[in-house]
């Protein structure tokens, strides 16, 4: 089993940033398995960052260049940074942990942009 705990979110206007966070408990294999992926009410989840154990990241082609994803390995906890929000960043953020025994989820963490 393994335990996602997101934190970070809040409000933010326009062009401000956040940085959330997702610490992984209990047996995680490896944190290369770990990303991001953000929801909209009455809209699929989709893809935010992710790591890979190749050292590359992976982001979805609109947010390239304005967030980061980064983590801590002594503390199984991973990042995204968020630079220059805009509202339609406004979402439920969510922690994805992936390995051969399943797919968990974090509980999600809201992010608000607006004036």
């Known amino acids: 089993q393994v335990l996602l705990v997101e934190g970070g979110g809040g409000s933010v206007q326009p062009g401000g940033s956040l940085t959330l966070s997702c610490a992984a408990a209990?047996?995680?294999?490896?944190?290369?398995?770990m990303s991001w992926y953000r929801q909209v009410p009455g809209q699929e989840r989709e893809l935010v960052a992710a790591l890979s154990d190749d050292g590359n990241t992976k982001y979805a082609d609109s947010l390239k260049g304005r967030f980061s994803i980064s983590k801590n390995i002594y503390k199984n906890t991973i990042f995204l940074q968020m630079d220059n929000l805009k509202p339609e960043d406004t979402a439920v953020y969510y922690c994805r942990y992936s390995d051969l025994r399943g797919v968990y989820w974090g509980r999600g963490t809201q992010v608000t942009v607006s004036p």
């Open positions: 209990g047996n995680v294999l490896n944190i290369n398995f």
